[in-house]
Protein backbone atom coordinates (compact mmCIF):
# COMPACT_ATOMS: atom_id res chain seq x y z
CA UNK A 1 0.00 0.00 0.00
CA UNK A 2 1.31 3.31 -0.29
CA UNK A 3 0.13 6.83 1.22
CA UNK A 4 1.00 10.00 1.63
CA UNK A 5 1.02 12.73 4.66
CA UNK A 6 1.23 16.32 4.02
CA UNK A 7 2.53 17.87 7.25
CA UNK A 8 0.74 21.09 7.36
CA UNK A 9 -2.60 21.93 6.01
CA UNK A 10 -2.00 25.90 5.90
CA UNK A 11 1.31 27.20 4.92
CA UNK A 12 1.26 31.85 5.16
CA UNK A 13 4.71 33.16 4.84
CA UNK A 14 5.49 36.81 3.64
CA UNK A 15 6.76 37.78 0.28
CA UNK A 16 10.65 37.38 -0.33
CA UNK A 17 10.80 34.66 2.89
CA UNK A 18 11.39 30.52 2.29
CA UNK A 19 8.71 28.04 1.94
CA UNK A 20 9.21 24.59 3.24
CA UNK A 21 6.01 21.97 2.36
CA UNK A 22 6.49 18.83 4.14
CA UNK A 23 5.32 15.72 2.66
CA UNK A 24 6.61 12.29 3.89
CA UNK A 25 5.51 9.07 2.09
CA UNK A 26 4.71 5.30 2.73
CA UNK A 27 5.68 2.72 -0.49
CA UNK A 28 6.39 -0.45 -0.38
CA UNK A 29 8.53 -0.10 -3.46
CA UNK A 30 10.98 2.41 -4.92
CA UNK A 31 8.05 5.15 -5.75
CA UNK A 32 7.96 7.94 -8.15
CA UNK A 33 6.96 11.46 -6.25
CA UNK A 34 5.47 14.41 -7.64
CA UNK A 35 4.00 17.63 -6.42
CA UNK A 36 1.39 19.33 -8.11
CA UNK A 37 0.01 22.93 -7.16
CA UNK A 38 -3.88 24.16 -7.88
CA UNK A 39 -4.57 27.78 -8.27
CA UNK A 40 -8.16 29.23 -7.88
CA UNK A 41 -10.30 27.57 -10.88
CA UNK A 42 -7.52 26.38 -12.72
CA UNK A 43 -6.67 22.36 -13.15
CA UNK A 44 -3.65 20.58 -11.38
CA UNK A 45 -0.38 21.80 -12.98
CA UNK A 46 2.66 20.02 -12.10
CA UNK A 47 5.55 21.08 -10.45
CA UNK A 48 8.18 18.33 -10.27
CA UNK A 49 8.63 14.63 -10.18
CA UNK A 50 11.13 12.12 -8.92
CA UNK A 51 11.52 9.04 -10.87
CA UNK A 52 14.62 7.30 -9.11
CA UNK A 53 17.42 9.47 -11.12
CA UNK A 54 18.77 12.62 -9.13
CA UNK A 55 17.73 12.85 -5.47
CA UNK A 56 17.54 16.86 -5.61
CA UNK A 57 14.68 17.70 -8.11
CA UNK A 58 14.17 21.19 -9.72
CA UNK A 59 10.77 22.75 -10.86
CA UNK A 60 9.46 25.17 -12.40
CA UNK A 61 8.64 28.95 -10.65
CA UNK A 62 12.23 28.18 -9.11
CA UNK A 63 10.74 25.68 -6.66
CA UNK A 64 13.04 22.33 -5.83
CA UNK A 65 12.56 19.29 -3.13
CA UNK A 66 14.72 16.33 -2.10
CA UNK A 67 13.96 12.69 -2.12
CA UNK A 68 15.01 11.34 1.13
CA UNK A 69 14.72 7.76 1.51
CA UNK A 70 15.61 7.09 5.11
CA UNK A 71 13.63 9.87 6.60
CA UNK A 72 10.84 8.53 3.58
CA UNK A 73 10.21 12.74 2.82
CA UNK A 74 9.49 14.33 -0.08
CA UNK A 75 9.49 18.11 0.86
CA UNK A 76 9.27 21.08 -1.20
CA UNK A 77 11.37 24.37 -1.37
CA UNK A 78 11.32 27.89 -2.85
CA UNK A 79 14.02 30.36 -1.45
CA UNK A 80 11.83 33.07 -1.71
CA UNK A 81 8.19 33.19 -1.85
CA UNK A 82 6.13 35.80 -4.43
CA UNK A 83 2.40 36.51 -4.31
CA UNK A 84 1.44 34.16 -7.19
CA UNK A 85 2.53 31.17 -5.13
CA UNK A 86 -0.48 31.21 -3.33
CA UNK A 87 -1.98 28.54 -3.77
CA UNK A 88 -2.70 24.55 -2.75
CA UNK A 89 0.04 22.05 -3.27
CA UNK A 90 -0.66 17.90 -3.37
CA UNK A 91 2.22 15.85 -2.86
CA UNK A 92 1.49 12.92 -4.92
CA UNK A 93 3.01 9.12 -4.44
CA UNK A 94 3.04 6.65 -7.02
CA UNK A 95 4.62 3.24 -7.57
CA UNK A 96 4.54 -0.16 -9.83
CA UNK A 97 3.26 -2.15 -6.72
CA UNK A 98 -0.17 -0.11 -6.73
CA UNK A 99 -0.32 0.41 -10.75
CA UNK A 100 0.84 3.60 -11.06
CA UNK A 101 -2.06 5.16 -9.40
CA UNK A 102 -1.49 8.17 -8.05
CA UNK A 103 -2.21 8.77 -4.10
CA UNK A 104 -2.88 12.18 -3.20
CA UNK A 105 -1.66 13.75 0.14
CA UNK A 106 -4.47 16.16 1.67
CA UNK A 107 -2.92 19.44 0.25
CA UNK A 108 -1.41 22.46 1.55
CA UNK A 109 -2.99 25.83 1.35
CA UNK A 110 0.03 28.62 1.06
CA UNK A 111 -0.77 31.79 1.46
CA UNK A 112 1.34 34.74 0.56
CA UNK A 113 1.45 38.13 2.85
CA UNK A 114 2.57 41.39 1.16
CA UNK B 1 0.92 23.88 -24.68
CA UNK B 2 -1.16 21.41 -24.94
CA UNK B 3 -3.39 20.78 -21.91
CA UNK B 4 -6.46 18.73 -20.45
CA UNK B 5 -9.71 20.25 -20.89
CA UNK B 6 -13.30 20.02 -19.25
CA UNK B 7 -16.80 20.56 -19.34
CA UNK B 8 -18.51 21.78 -17.43
CA UNK B 9 -16.96 24.02 -15.00
CA UNK B 10 -19.74 23.83 -13.03
CA UNK B 11 -22.89 21.49 -12.76
CA UNK B 12 -26.02 21.55 -10.43
CA UNK B 13 -28.09 18.53 -10.95
CA UNK B 14 -31.07 16.40 -8.88
CA UNK B 15 -30.44 13.74 -6.60
CA UNK B 16 -31.47 10.67 -9.27
CA UNK B 17 -30.42 12.33 -12.24
CA UNK B 18 -27.92 11.73 -15.13
CA UNK B 19 -24.81 13.43 -15.65
CA UNK B 20 -22.48 13.36 -18.01
CA UNK B 21 -19.11 14.98 -17.55
CA UNK B 22 -16.36 16.02 -20.58
CA UNK B 23 -12.93 15.79 -21.08
CA UNK B 24 -10.75 16.03 -23.74
CA UNK B 25 -7.31 14.51 -22.99
CA UNK B 26 -4.19 15.99 -24.77
CA UNK B 27 -3.93 14.37 -28.30
CA UNK B 28 -1.03 11.84 -28.27
CA UNK B 29 -1.86 10.43 -25.04
CA UNK B 30 -3.02 6.99 -24.79
CA UNK B 31 -4.08 6.91 -21.20
CA UNK B 32 -6.90 8.44 -19.21
CA UNK B 33 -8.38 8.59 -15.87
CA UNK B 34 -10.69 10.31 -13.89
CA UNK B 35 -10.29 11.03 -10.24
CA UNK B 36 -12.28 13.27 -7.48
CA UNK B 37 -12.14 15.67 -4.42
CA UNK B 38 -15.42 15.23 -1.84
CA UNK B 39 -15.13 19.23 -0.22
CA UNK B 40 -12.37 18.56 2.57
CA UNK B 41 -11.32 15.38 1.51
CA UNK B 42 -8.68 13.71 -0.55
CA UNK B 43 -7.92 13.79 -4.44
CA UNK B 44 -9.18 9.88 -5.10
CA UNK B 45 -8.25 7.44 -8.03
CA UNK B 46 -11.71 7.12 -9.92
CA UNK B 47 -10.54 4.71 -13.29
CA UNK B 48 -7.92 4.66 -15.53
CA UNK B 49 -8.99 3.98 -19.14
CA UNK B 50 -6.71 2.66 -21.95
CA UNK B 51 -7.49 0.88 -25.18
CA UNK B 52 -11.30 1.57 -25.23
CA UNK B 53 -11.33 -0.60 -21.79
CA UNK B 54 -10.99 0.05 -18.16
CA UNK B 55 -7.85 -0.94 -16.90
CA UNK B 56 -8.10 -0.26 -13.35
CA UNK B 57 -10.76 0.87 -10.93
CA UNK B 58 -11.05 1.90 -7.85
CA UNK B 59 -14.27 0.44 -5.01
CA UNK B 60 -15.53 3.64 -5.60
CA UNK B 61 -16.56 3.05 -9.39
CA UNK B 62 -19.18 0.91 -9.10
CA UNK B 63 -22.00 0.21 -11.83
CA UNK B 64 -23.32 4.03 -11.07
CA UNK B 65 -20.09 5.02 -12.92
CA UNK B 66 -19.12 4.31 -16.95
CA UNK B 67 -16.65 5.87 -18.81
CA UNK B 68 -16.30 5.72 -22.52
CA UNK B 69 -14.61 7.65 -25.50
CA UNK B 70 -17.35 7.98 -28.05
CA UNK B 71 -14.96 9.82 -30.38
CA UNK B 72 -11.23 10.23 -31.43
CA UNK B 73 -11.10 13.05 -28.45
CA UNK B 74 -13.64 13.14 -26.28
CA UNK B 75 -13.74 10.99 -22.98
CA UNK B 76 -16.56 10.80 -20.82
CA UNK B 77 -17.40 10.23 -16.73
CA UNK B 78 -21.34 9.11 -16.41
CA UNK B 79 -23.10 9.06 -13.44
CA UNK B 80 -26.17 7.06 -14.13
CA UNK B 81 -28.17 7.92 -10.97
CA UNK B 82 -26.69 10.69 -9.28
CA UNK B 83 -26.59 10.17 -5.34
CA UNK B 84 -25.80 13.69 -2.69
CA UNK B 85 -22.48 11.76 -1.82
CA UNK B 86 -21.58 11.87 -5.39
CA UNK B 87 -21.36 15.90 -4.85
CA UNK B 88 -17.47 16.65 -5.49
CA UNK B 89 -14.83 18.27 -8.14
CA UNK B 90 -14.19 15.83 -11.06
CA UNK B 91 -10.58 15.54 -12.24
CA UNK B 92 -9.97 13.84 -15.81
CA UNK B 93 -5.96 13.34 -16.47
CA UNK B 94 -3.87 11.74 -19.23
CA UNK B 95 -0.53 10.39 -20.02
CA UNK B 96 1.59 9.62 -22.56
CA UNK B 97 1.89 5.73 -20.84
CA UNK B 98 1.75 4.20 -17.70
CA UNK B 99 4.65 4.12 -15.47
CA UNK B 100 6.48 7.05 -14.49
CA UNK B 101 5.02 9.41 -16.99
CA UNK B 102 3.09 12.59 -15.51
CA UNK B 103 -0.60 12.69 -15.21
CA UNK B 104 -1.54 15.55 -17.01
CA UNK B 105 -4.98 17.07 -15.39
CA UNK B 106 -8.03 18.99 -15.81
CA UNK B 107 -9.31 22.16 -14.03
CA UNK B 108 -12.00 19.97 -12.87
CA UNK B 109 -15.80 19.94 -13.00
CA UNK B 110 -17.42 20.56 -9.80
CA UNK B 111 -20.47 19.15 -9.76
CA UNK B 112 -23.29 19.63 -6.98
CA UNK B 113 -25.89 16.98 -6.16
CA UNK B 114 -29.17 18.23 -4.47
Known amino acids: AQSVTQLDSHVSVSEGTPVLLRCNYSSSYSPSLFWYVQHPNKGLQLLLKYTSAATLVKGINGFEAEFKKSETSFHLTKPSAHMSDAAEYFCVVSAPSNDYKLSFGAGTTVTVRA | EPEVTQTPSHQVTQMGQEVILRCVPISNHLYFYWYRQILGQKVEFLVSFYNNEISEKSEIFDDQFSVERPDGSNFTLKIRSTKLEDSAMYFC????????????FGPGTRLLVL
Open chain 2, 93 to 104: ASSESRGEETQY
